[in-house]
């Protein structure tokens, strides 16, 4: 064997000499390492879709695209050539929605039902470009992202997913309002909710987001209101574009949509669906109780932020490619 045919590799701090057979082999264990751990995801390819902005009432051109590994969420504004990150830290107003924003004052709301969706199927990295300020409603649940999303295809990508394991307990308190993460070896969200309506009764429940649950028992919860609210909502330029077609509008004594409700508890299913796309701002799945009572997309982002404030309160954690503690879709094969 002459010279040029070794390799010096790198074992535990000593240097061994290692023929091509033997690099070969250690290429092979480490992927098949990789290959036991739970792999990112993205689409296998782009879709598209056009529906009304909620609060603006303006028409929106939407496009989701694959995007690398390790990249998140990517909004990008196509009309003023912005783009930013998904991230706690960017998100800058949630009167009655979430909207990020960046330091140029460019911003994108509505995002919660889309990153409900994304996190409800798995996916860790997508661009998401639209040419307005906000996301389109659609029927005000998150079904129709989950269907652009399943046309458009999800893939494993070559890096193990990120997950963040909640490690002590964390609380934020706003007046009666309240929202914690605990440890747990799950994804839960427990939450109170009391309207004081005749129409929507007090109810507390718990929900384990895990499996294909989310797509069956939560993706399909239409967003609400009260008639009453209605009003002055549009008089400060909010809801300009919903309507019964995209949400439930509540009255005094009843619900004003002829169609009645999908779920039997659809309030307390949609306000599920809320918390998961506020908390997927993160950027990974979290593996951790969360309980709430009244909650909103405010105090969501001030308990996220909370948490990521001490290192001691989480850590980054892999999953076993067989973990069954998180939502996922099926896999398409690779284009």
Not at 11 to 40: D, F, I, V, Y
Request: charged share 20%; net charge negative; hydrophobic share 40%.
């Amino acid at each position: 064997m002459n010279e040029s045919s070794l390799h010096i590799i790198k074992n535990e701090g000593r240097l061994l000499l290692s023929t091509p057979n033997h690099l070969q082999m250690a290429h092979m264990h480490a992927k098949m390492r990789l290959m036991k751990k739970l792999m990112q995801r993205t689409l296998k390819k782009s879709v598209d879709a056009s529906g009304i902005g909620l609060h603006s009432g303006r028409t929106v051109q939407l496009r989701l695209d694959p995007a690398p590994v390790d990249t998140g969420v990517v909004f990008r504004r196509t009309d003023v050539d912005a783009e930013f990150k998904a991230t706690p830290d960017c998100v800058m107003d949630t009167m009655l929605c979430t909207k990020m924003g960046n330091d140029d004052g460019v911003t994108v709301s509505t995002v919660e039902h889309l990153m409900s969706a994304l996190y409800g199927l798995g996916v860790d990295n997508v661009i998401v470009s639209i040419d307005a300020e906000e996301i389109p409603i659609f029927d005000g649940s998150a079904a129709p992202f989950v269907y652009l999303l399943e046309d458009a295809g999800i893939v494993t990508q070559d890096a193990p997913k990120k997950v963040i394991k909640v490690m002590r307990k964390v609380e934020v308190v706003d007046g009666d309002k309240r929202a914690s993460f605990s440890p747990a070896d799950h994804f839960s969200v427990n939450l109170s909710l009391d309207y004081n309506h005749p129409v929507v009764p007090a109810q507390q429940q718990k929900f384990l987001i895990n499996g294909d649950f989310y797509r069956s028992g939560i993706a399909r919860a239409r967003t609400f209101c009260f008639q009453g609210d209605v009003e002055k909502m549009q008089s400060v330029g909010l809801a300009l574009g919903g309507g019964l077609d995209n949400a439930i509008v509540v009255g005094d004594f009843s619900i004003l949509n002829q169609t009645g409700l999908r779920y039997t508890d659809e309030f307390m299913r949609h306000k599920v669906l809320d918390c998961i796309g506020d908390l997927y701002m993160i950027g990974h799945p979290i593996i951790g109780a969360f309980d709430a009572t009244m909650t909103g997309h405010g105090l969501n982002n001030k308990l996220l932020r909370a948490l990521m404030a001490d290192p001691l309160n989480w850590r980054y954690m892999e999953l076993p490619v067989d973990s069954d503690v998180l939502p996922l879709a099926p896999i398409e094969a690779a284009a």
